[in-house]
């Protein structure tokens, strides 16, 4: 096992932790309502409260269903290697690997404890279909398996020398296979291990997953069971057909594969350059945000380097290293990602860089099928990938698990369980807290109620100033999105003009076929046009939204400072009145955590609403207008005589000019509609968030006045005594659950990966952003060894800008402060190190900043090297700070230092956040952050503005 793969845990481990948790958090429920239920649970007691926390938690429990089985894909081109990979990602050679296209139909491997293949067949009722719909519509995609099915009519199979070496009954096929309600195969392997067997099994499989034989066009789907240890943690693999299969209905076979996985294992060979039905599948998945699931997969590295060797002998050249070739493939593919975005668009909008960050994030992993099977095997292997894993499949593996613990729909289940379970349970301690402390310190109850009273009173001014203040901001903006709705119209327009160029594409090619070929009817059916354009326009449509949460984000902007003034209001009267020596409660906390809840309630849903529109750009066209299509095409079949094609073509040309405007108006009328859908969503939000806060403080304030008559009754009943033991139970069975639940909100810290060793010919760089300085900061490095703090971040939370991390108390005094991260060079990377350099010279206005990174910078377009100018430019302009870049590759270590004595060790370097979205595109406060601990130091006698 890798030490990647120890650091976190597997997922049978997780599935296991969501299990115990449950067991938990239903005791925990069960208790609480058998409390509710006790008669001698006094009237002022917490009854009620266990009750809501009681009701809470089932609610948890009843919509957090745990999967059965993770889901993974395996997709890519013909020869990229998809069933060596599979076979060696199960230690078994299960699936088949000819040359020829052997996974013809989508084979699913599930655990079991023998080897056992199940092959399901399409029922007749459903096969009846396919032969009446070819017959209708021979061009329709659900046609085409029965299409492929007949081509097999009258074939027969040749070998390498032309012999005929097998002919095909169809009609004797049908009637074995194609049953009523369906029909299934078992094919067992008998002997495990022994060669004969399960060469045996493979050739009797092969019969049914080869596109060499019609079997395939038959077959619904093949499970495959089988002892493997990767099975074994309830993965269930998914081999797919190849993307590039010229029969488009097994490539249908493979979209509807991936729809709705944990993760997807995208294989593309060493060397290749991506075709567009891998750059069409990859914009596809960033289009319907489950990129993040994706792993890059680079196989047959053992070849493309072999072929190196080779070249570099006959050039009589000293070869590279396999370390050194990997990077520049690396790169090579980072690019080719890069450039396939940039098609859509080569703007720097924040629709496009999120799209780049998202990508930028996206795991790359080199493997050798055969370096790794040698390696399994005892054999001596020459240029492993790894020392420790010479085919790079353990790492592979490795990070999967990663994946599958961290994304997956079971990972999203444990930290909802999790966080549910431990909000609910927080609140209500927080209860028990408030009423022991009342009944241990109010002594006088009506001189109690006359302060709240008090209170209440005097607040109530504040509280109307604060919801007139909302009101108009909301007002406002539903003011800004009616007006961004209007201006939308021309976003739109241009839309509309990037799918019109798809719909081009069809008619040019329609145009040029044989006047035989549209005779036939075998033209206009514009294949996946809906998918081709939603892939083209999805970040114009993203921008538009985006756009449109940017007013959102300027209200909640707005907010917080109406939020602010009510909390400084409400700590005035607390402190006027002396509250806080006689109740137990804090408005300005009740507000922060309010604030907090709301805005990463409204994060998630705008995220989320954001998605579901991009999303579903592919369904703008209605059954009306396909009903429509379809008469036009038709005209074309009805033109005979002479002049045929003349004819034809402009009957052709005329049918995509009406198809043009349909198609327009269809995706015209979709996008207003969803635009205007999604500001009246906005308007809601925002007018839910000083309405959640305000319900917050009735809430706070009506616990506060049982407090008080809890106090009051406590003292005249004598119940306090009983009371507080009852509450110690429930605080420990309580302190138990949330104990419980914390090792499903923690992750491990990713390993930081190292910047590779570069050769000396490509460390060359000048810096022209300042003159090089001495290395002031290496003495501060050494001597700060007093700890000042630890920051955790813990993974998925918000409400870690920059400036909590790097604060204005520590900062305050410096004159130079010097970055130390080799890892600055993406998309993402770059936005962090500009959003930090811009926050530290607000806070600070040191006179000079030093960014010290690896080589990596000189890698891409450039593009890092002319936003730090623009940077360096608007610091120097703006705050007087001179920024200096230096490039060194020996640096491994991510710190930030400052000279009057502040050290702060990063463990990630800046790269702390998640891709943002939603809300978090235009607030940093509201993205999410990676695992990681960030530890605070300081030099003897260091002396700082903070508290």
Known sequence: MTEEASQVKSPKQLRTEIQTLRSSVEGIRDTLLHKVRDAREPAWGIGRDCARTAEALDSILKTQVVPEHY??????????????????????????????????????????????????????????????????????????????????????????????????????????????????????????????????????????TSGTRPHH???????????????????????????????????????????????????????????????????????????????FVITQVDKTYEQHLSAAEDNDEDPETLAHRIRREERRIRDEIDATLAELGSDDSPAMRRYREQLGVVGLVFTSARKHRDWKDGKAVEHGIHPEDPGGIERMKAQLLKLLSTESRLAMVAHNIASGSKSALDDLLGVITNRRAALRDIRDGEVAEQRLATFRKDFESARQRFQSAAESDVAILRKNLEDADKRNDHLIEAIGLLADRELGAFESTDVGKHWKTRRSGYWGYMHDLQGKVANKIFPRVQQLLSDMTAHFAVFVEHFEKHLSALSSSSGELAEKLDLGATLPFDLTKTLAGSLEKSLAAA????????????????????????????????????????????HQSNEVRAFYSEVRNLLQDALTAHLRERGAAFGRFLVVEADGVPRNALAEVDATLAGAEQDIKAAATAHIGGERESFERECDGTVSAILGVVEACTPLLETPEDPVPQPPDVPEKERAWTSEYGAETEDWFESIQKEATKTRKRLRL??????????????????????????????????????????????????????????VTSATWNEGTGASARIMDEVGTDLFRSFGTSLTIRIDPTIHDRYVVCDHGLLFKLGRGLDIYKPATGLASHRPASRRVRRTDIDVFTVPGFKDGAP
């Open 217 to 295: 066009c038959l077959v619904e789907g093949i499970e495959i069971t089988s002892p493997s240890l990767l099975l074994e943690e309830g993965v269930l693999l998914v081999d797919t057909p190849g993307l590039d299969d010229t029969e488009r209905f097994r490539v249908t076979l493979t979209e509807k594969a991936v729809e709705e996985v944990d993760a997807v294992l995208f294989l593309t060979q060493s060397g290749v350059a991506y075709g567009q039905s891998e750059k069409d599948f990859m914009l596809t998945l960033l289009r319907r945000g489950t990129v993040k699931q994706l792993i």
């Open 603 to 646: 994060n998630d849903l705008i995220a989320a609403e954001e998605q579901r529109i991009v999303s579903f750009l592919d369904d703008f066209v209605s059954d009306e207008v396909s009903d429509k299509i379809s008469a036009a095409r038709e005209k074309v079949a009805d033109i005979f005589g002479k002049g045929t094609t003349y």
């Open 794 to 851: 813990n993974d998925g939370d918000a409400g870690w800008p920059f400036e909590k991390i790097f604060e204005r108390s520590l900062l305050s005094g410096c004159s130079r402060i010097a970055l130390i991260d080799p890892y600055l060079a993406l998309p993402h990377q770059v936005r962090n190190l500009k959003e930090f350099l811009l926050v530290v010279a607000e806070v600070a206005k040191p006179k000079e900043i030093l960014v």
């Open 71 to 208: 889901k993974v894909a395996v997709v890519g081109r013909f020869k990229a290697g998809k069933s060596s990979f599979v076979n060696e990602l199960l230690g078994a050679r299960l699936a088949g690997e000819d040359t020829s296209p052997e996974t013809a139909a989508v084979t699913t491997f599930v655990h079991g404890s023998t080897v056992k293949a199940r092959i399901r067949f399409v029922g007749a009722d459903a096969w009846d279909g396919f032969r009446k719909l070819h017959a209708e519509d021979p061009k329709h995609i659900d046609a085409h398996r029965m299409k492929m099915w007949l081509s097999f009519d009258g074939k027969a199979r040749k070998n390498a020398e032309g012999q005929v070496v097998e002919t095909f009954d169809l009609a004797a096929l049908e009637r074995t296979y194609v049953k009523p309600g369906g029909h299934v195969l078992e094919i067992t392997l008998d002997k495990p291990g022994e060669k004969s067997a399960e060469n045996a099994f493979r050739r009797r499989l092969k019969e049914f």
